[in-house]
C-alpha cells in the first residue's frame, strides 16, 4: 500500500479524500507491539487494512489480532528503524490522502463497495423567482380605547373577543356633569347673543345719527352755495347799479351842454332878433320912402314895390327869430328839466348801489352762518362716526365673547360625547379590562379594551440589504405577490406587497417589507409566525433538481452526477433559489443529468453506485437491509414538485444519461 502511494506521488498525481477517509485519519493511534519474528507479509497486510476499517470498527481490534511475543534484545535496532519508517509512511499517506480522493475500498470479502442511491432527473421548468423569510403577522391598524372623560361606568355593550364595527358603541359613562355644562354654556352662549343684538341696534341708531348729519351737512352746504349765489347776483346788481349811475351821471352831464348850447342858441336867437329888427326897421323905412318916392313919382312902381318885399321879408324874418327865441326857451326848460329827472336818476342809482352792498354784505354774513354751520355738521358726522367705531367694536367684543362661549358650550357638548364610548375602527375586541360601576379617569394609560383590525391584516418580514434592488426593480411593474405558509396550514395564503421600509437596518443588514393579506377566513392572527415568499418575477426553462441532492464540500456546492459506467462524478454547481423542495441550478447541470438525491454520505468521485428498486427502498425504511446497504442521511422523501424526474428502480445499465457529456467549468461561465 505504502509503495502504491509513494509510486503514485512520484506520478504527480494527488487524488482526492473523502471525509470518510478525513474522519478515518482522525482516529487515535495506537501503540503496537511487533515480534521480530514477524512475517513481512503479516505487517504488510496490517498496514494495508488499517486505513479501510469503517468507523464502527475500532483500531484496538487490529492491536489485538497481532502476535504479543515478546522482542528479542538483539531487535531494537530493527524495531527502531521499522518505527521510522511506519511513522513516516502515515505521516506521506495523511498528506496525500488529505489532498487526493481514496479509492473505492472493497468490503471485508475483498470486492469493491458498491452504494446503493437514489437518483432524479435534472429538468428544466418555469420557476418563480423568490424571497424567502419569516414573518410576523400583525395587526393593520390597532387602537387602545381610553377613557376622555372622567366618570362611572354605566354600561358595556359588547362581549370580549366580538367582532366590532367603526362607530358601534361600546361604553357609556355617566353624564350629569356634563349635562349640568352644557346647560350652563347653553345660558352664557345665549346671554352673548343678547349683547351682540343690542350691540347691533346700537350701531343701526349711531348710523341713522351719521346719515342724519351727513343730510344736514347736505343742506348747509346748499345754503352756503344758495348764499354764495345770492352773493354773487347782489354783487352784480351793485355793479349794474355803479354802471347805471355812470350812465346817469353821463345823461347830467349831457343835459347840462345841452342846457348850455340851448342857451346859447337863446341868445344866439336875440342877437339875431335884435339885427333882423334893426333890419326890418330899416327896410320899413325904405319901403315907406320909397312908397313915397312911388307917390312922387319919383321912382317906379316895381322899385317900390321891391323895397315894400323887402320890408315885409325882413318883418317875417324879425318874427321868425322871435318863435326861435321862444323854442329856444323851450328846449332850455327841457334841458333843465332833464338835468333835473338825471340828478334824480343819479340819486337813485346811489340808493340802490346802497341797498346792494348792504345786501351783498348781508349774504357774506349768511355764507359764514352757512360754513359755520357746515363745519359743525364736519364734527358731528365725526362725533357720530367715532360713536359708530364704539358700536362695531362693542360688537367685535360681543361676538369674541359669543365665539367663546360658544367654544365653551362646545367643548361641554364633546365633553358629554366622550361619556359614550364608540368603536373607532373595524376589528375584534381584546379584553374588555373594565366593568360596570367602575369609575375611570380622562386621559390615563390604562386602556378599557383593545381592537384589532384583522381584515385586512399584514404580514411584516426582512429581508438582506442585497435584495433590495432586486425588489426595486420588480417593484416598478405593479405590486409584489407575497404568500405565506405556517404550521397546520401548507396551503399558501396570497397578499401584496404593500410597504418597503426607507431604511437599511445597520444592526442586521437588511430592510422590512410588509405585505397586506385579505383575512376574512382569520387564518392569520396577530403575533403569529410564518414563512414568507416573496415573488418577484418568473424564470423560464431554469435547470432545477431536487434539494436534497445539492451538497456542500470544502469547495462550496456539488452534486453527484450519475455516469453510464454506473459511477458518479462529483460536479459543482452554482445555486440561486431553492424552492417548494427545487433548487435552481445557474451553473453546472444540464436538463436530462441524473443526480444521486440519497446515499451521497458514501460516494466519492468515481464510486461505483447501484440504483435502488421498490424492494430495497421498502427494506431501508422497515431497517431489515444489511448495513453495508444502508443509506447514511436523510431518506428520499419528495412531495409534489421533490419527485420530479427521480428514477427508482433503474437497471445498471440504463441508457439515456447525459452525465459523461463534458460540462464547463460552473465557476467559469454559464449553462
Known amino acids: 500500500m505504502i509503495e502504491e502511494i509513494i509510486s503514485e506521488s512520484r ?103 458498491i452504494t446503493p442511491v437514489t437518483v432524479a432527473t435534472v429538468t428544466k421548468k418555469t420557476v418563480p423567482i423568490q424571497l424567502q423569510a419569516i414573518g410576523n403577522v400583525q395587526s393593520s391598524s390597532t387602537v387602545s380605547v381610553t377613557p376622555q372623560a372622567s366618570g362611572r361606568i354605566t354600561g358595556v355593550y359588547f362581549k370580549k373577543g366580538q367582532e366590532v364595527k367603526k362607530g358601534q358603541l361600546l361604553f357609556s359613562i355617566d353624564d350629569r356633569s356634563q349635562t349640568a355644562s352644557i346647560q350652563q354654556a347653553q345660558g352664557i352662549v345665549a346671554k352673548s347673543q ?246 375611570v379617569q380622562a386621559s390615563t394609560d390604562k386602556p378599557l379594551v383593545t381592537i384589532s383590525t384583522i381584515n385586512p391584516i399584514q404580514v411584516a418580514f426582512s429581508v438582506p440589504e442585497s435584495n433590495l434592488p432586486q425588489i426595486q426593480k420588480y417593484a416598478d411593474n405593479g405590486k409584489l405577490k407575497v404568500d405565506v405558509t405556517f404550521a397546520g396550514n401548507n396551503r399558501p395564503i396570497s397578499g401584496t406587497l404593500s410597504f418597503v421600509n426607507n431604511t437599511v437596518d445597520n444592526a442586521t443588514g437588511s430592510i422590512q417589507l410588509i405585505g397586506d393579506f385579505n383575512n376574512a377566513d382569520g387564518k392569520l392572527f396577530p403575533g403569529q409566525f410564518v414563512n414568507t415568499t416573496l415573488t418577484l418575477s418568473q424564470q423560464p426553462n431554469a435547470i432545477v433538481v431536487a434539494s436534497q441532492a445539492v451538497q456542500t464540500g470544502p469547495n462550496g456546492q456539488f452534486v453527484f452526477v450519475a455516469q453510464e459506467d454506473d459511477t458518479v462524478e462529483n460536479v459543482p454547481v452554482v445555486v440561486s433559489n431553492t424552492i417548494n423542495g427545487l433548487t435552481v441550478i445557474q451553473k453546472g447541470l444540464e436538463a436530462g443529468d441524473e443526480v444521486v438525491t440519497d446515499g451521497q454520505a458514501n460516494l466519492v468521485d468515481g464510486s461505483k453506485i447501484r440504483i435502488k428498486t421498490a424492494a430495497d427502498a421498502k427494506d431501508n425504511s422497515e431497517g431489515l437491509g444489511n448495513s453495508s446497504d444502508r443509506i447514511q442521511g436523510n431518506n428520499s422523501e419528495i412531495d409534489g414538485d421533490k419527485k420530479l424526474g427521480e428514477k427508482s428502480g433503474r437497471g445498471s445499465n440504463s441508457s439515456g444519461n447525459k452525465s459523461w457529456k463534458s460540462r464547463q467549468n460552473p465557476q467559469g461561465g454559464g449553462n
Open 194 to 439: 343678547a349683547q351682540v343684538q343690542q350691540a347691533t341696534a346700537n350701531l343701526s341708531k349711531d348710523e341713522g345719527v351719521v346719515e342724519q348729519a351727513r343730510a344736514t351737512l347736505d343742506k348747509d352746504r346748499g345754503i352756503v352755495e344758495q348764499a354764495k349765489a345770492t352773493l354773487a347776483k347782489d354783487q352784480g346788481i351793485v355793479q349794474q347799479a355803479r354802471m347805471t349811475l355812470e350812465k346817469d351821471k353821463g345823461i347830467v352831464e349831457q343835459a347840462r351842454m345841452t342846457l348850455e348850447k340851448d342857451q346859447g342858441a337863446v341868445k344866439q336867437a336875440i342877437a339875431t332878433l335884435t339885427k333882423d329888427r334893426a333890419q326890418a326897421q330899416y327896410a320899413e323905412a325904405q319901403s315907406q320912402r320909397y312908397a313915397a318916392l312911388y307917390q312922387q313919382g319919383v321912382i317906379s312902381q316895381d322899385q317900390a314895390q321891391q323895397y315894400a318885399t323887402s320890408s315885409r321879408a325882413a318883418a317875417a324874418t324879425v318874427d321868425l327869430d322871435q318863435q326861435a327865441i321862444a323854442n329856444a326857451e323851450t328846449a332850455v326848460k327841457s334841458d333843465r328839466i332833464g338835468i333835473a329827472n338825471a340828478e334824480a336818476a343819479v340819486k337813485s342809482d346811489e340808493v340802490a348801489i346802497a341797498n346792494a352792498e348792504t345786501a351783498v354784505k348781508s349774504d357774506l354774513v349768511g355764507i359764514e352762518n352757512a360754513e359755520t354751520a357746515v363745519k359743525s355738521d364736519l364734527v358731528g358726522i365725526e362725533n357720530a362716526r367715532a360713536v359708530v367705531e364704539g358700536d362695531r367694536a362693542a360688537i367685535e367684543g360681543s361676538q369674541a365673547g359669543l365665539s367663546a362661549d360658544g367654544g365653551a358650550l362646545k367643548n361641554a357638548q364633546v365633553q358629554s360625547s366622550y361619556t359614550k364610548v364608540y368603536a373607532p375602527i373595524d376589528g375584534r375586541a381584546g379584553n374588555i379590562l373594565v366593568t360596570v360601576g367602575n369609575v
Open 11 to 113: 506520478n504527480g498525481t494527488r487524488p482526492k479524500v473523502s471525509d470518510e477517509n478525513l474522519k478515518l485519519n482522525e482516529q487515535p493511534t495506537h501503540n503496537v507491539e511487533i515480534v521480530s519474528e514477524t512475517p513481512k507479509d503479516d505487517l504488510r497486510e496490517v498496514f494495508q487494512e488499517a486505513p479501510t476499517l469503517p468507523e464502527s470498527e475500532p483500531a484496538e481490534s487490529v492491536a489485538a489480532k497481532q502476535p504479543t511475543e515478546k522482542v528479542l534484545a538483539k531487535g531494537w535496532i530493527a524495531l527502531f528503524l521499522l518505527g521510522l519508517l511506519l511513522v513516516g509512511g502515515l505521516g506521506f499517506l495523511v498528506w496525500v490522502r488529505s489532498t487526493s480522493p481514496k479509492a473505492e475500498k472493497p468490503s471485508r470479502n475483498g470486492r469493491l463497495q
